[in-house]
């Protein structure tokens, strides 16, 4: 059964005259390989109520409907069962809070275990044909919220606004030391570490990363800031604090303390943005995980 999220538009003024792939390329942001996808592997389109083809002339008032084609998830990617919290639903998309030690996507070191494969298991239970687009990722010892679109019209709209900086996140973070100034931006380039697989680093040649702060408490041998990334490098806000003097608590990669976490002291806690397809301006907050609120409390105690 072909259960895909389906459109429906009515043509104004400014599309008369257009043609129906005019309308759907450049009025609804559909790419050429999304159109070709819907014309061939078992999507619809639709003028008032009819199948057209592409080259339909539109008039003011026609009724446009496009329905998606199904997805096949990625090839190599397992479905299995795993535990994470949905924050949110809808057929564009899912808000998930992720717990930390859940790697975002598999990896050599993770190949299973990770959100994918335990949204594709979920997506496999609710008869759902997608394939797993993340909108923003997480590191695996970070929890939080996480965007995630279910099919790729949602993902490319929302990768437009990600570009555009219009899909904001906030972090709470623990980090060593007392920071000073208590609010700032850090812009450093940042690349990969030569020597690591795995590790990033503050480098010349890297790319631009920006990274703003502001200290909410300071405890022993603690600051809790707030975080605003402008961009989105891996690993940013542990690179920039690391470089910063500050590396996050139980961050053992970058120079952190463990503090009797097995992951470091970083979540994302507010997520917002404007929903693509109906306009809703959607605000989302989560909770810290146990362990890191109390650090978090014995650091605001001070």
């Known amino acids: 059964m072909n259960n895909q999220p389906s459109f429906v538009w009515i043509v104004d003024e400014a599309s008369d005259k257009m043609s129906l792939k005019a309308f759907l390329r450049v009025k609804k942001q559909i790419s050429k390989k999304m159109l070709a996808s819907i014309k061939f592997n078992g999507g619809e389109l639709k003028v008032n109520g009819e199948v057209k083809n592409v080259r339909t002339i539109l008039q003011t008032g026609d009724t446009v409907f496009v329905k998606l084609s199904p997805e096949t998830p990625s090839p190599g990617l397992m479905a299995e069962k795993g535990f994470f919290s949905i924050v949110f639903e809808d057929e564009h998309f899912l808000v ?4 930390a030690g859940m790697a975002t996507i598999p990896s050599r070191e993770y190949p299973m275990g990770t959100l994918a494969n335990a949204v594709l298991n979920y997506y496999q239970d609710q008869d759902i044909q997608a394939t797993f687009h ?7 010892g970070t929890s939080g919220l996480l965007l995630i679109a279910k099919h790729r019209y949602a993902h490319d709209q929302m990768s437009k606004q990600q570009k ?4 904001n996140r906030r972090y709470e973070a623990l980090v060593h030391g007392q920071v000073n100034p208590e609010a700032g931006t850090i812009s450093a380039p940042i690349g990969r570490n030569p020597n690591s697989i795995i590790e990033r680093m503050v480098t010349q040649d890297g790319k631009p990363a920006v990274t703003h702060y502001e200290t909410k408490a300071v405890g022993t041998g603690f600051t809790h800031v707030r975080v605003a990334l402008e961009t989105g490098r891996t690993h940013q ?3 920039h604090f690391a470089f910063f003097g500050h590396p996050l608590a139980g961050d053992t990669l970058y120079g952190g303390e463990s503090a009797g976490l097995t992951h470091q002291a970083l979540h994302s806690c507010k997520l917002y943005f404007t929903h693509p397809f109906t306009n809703r301006e959607l605000v989302f907050e989560a909770e810290a995980p146990e362990d890191f609120q109390r650090l978090l409390a014995e650091c605001h105690q001070n």
């Open 96 to 99: 998930i809070n992720k717990p």
């Open 134 to 140: 993340p909108v923003n990722r997480l590191d695996r």
């Open 164 to 167: 555009a900086g219009t899909l």
């Open 237 to 239: 806000i542990r690179v």
